[in-house]
């Protein structure tokens, strides 16, 4: 059972906010959400596969993710970086490929903070419409992401070597 839980906010008519404690320095869990070698490893929501995962953080550099979830489906997201302050803040935007919420983009912010050696991860995702907040919401993220950070929580409490 993991020591934290995925807390999940629905705020105003656009907005997701994904909250989620590691007890794990700043710098390593900033690392494990930017490190494309690492993010294969929690990424996938417990369900699947990372088959594609790109981050390029240079201002206007591409991201891309890509999960073969089996029975489930392909899922596919991507954007651009258009802020990076390590081991603060990410900000990017955000292309969910799936209908309704695919033909939105969003913004995407992850800040990290840490305090008595435990780091909170604050995600905001920000979308145009209420609508293609609502079909994200509804998606599953709370259940996929809930298994990723759960994925993420056990690399981190491996022995780092």
């Known amino acids: 059972m993991p020591e934290f839980k995925l807390e999940l906010e629905l705020r105003g008519d656009t907005e997701i906010v994904l909250k989620r404690q590691f007890r794990a320095s700043q710098e390593m869990v900033f690392k494990c959400f930017t490190d494309p070698s690492i993010q294969p490893k929690w990424l996938g929501c417990g369900m ?4 594609v995962c790109i981050a390029d953080y240079e201002i206007g550099g591409v991201w891309r993710h890509s999960m073969d979830m089996g029975e489930h489906g392909l899922f596919d997201s991507f954007g651009q970086t258009l802020e990076f ?6 900000v990017r935007s955000y292309v969910y ?4 919420i695919r033909e939105s983009i969003a913004t995407e912010t992850a800040s990290f903070s840490e305090a008595n050696g435990v780091t909170t991860v604050e995600v ?3 979308h145009l419409s209420k609508e293609s907040r609502d079909g994200h919401a509804a998606s599953g993220i709370e259940y996929g992401a809930g298994l990723s950070y759960d994925s993420l929580e056990a690399l981190l409490a491996q022995p780092q070597g």
Request: cysteine-free; glycine content about 6%; hydrophobic content about 40%.
């Open 85 to 90: 302050q390590a081991p603060d803040r990410v």
């Open 48 to 51: 699947g596969v990372t088959t």
């Open 97 to 100: 490929n799936v209908p309704v």
């Open 124 to 126: 905001v995702i920000r």
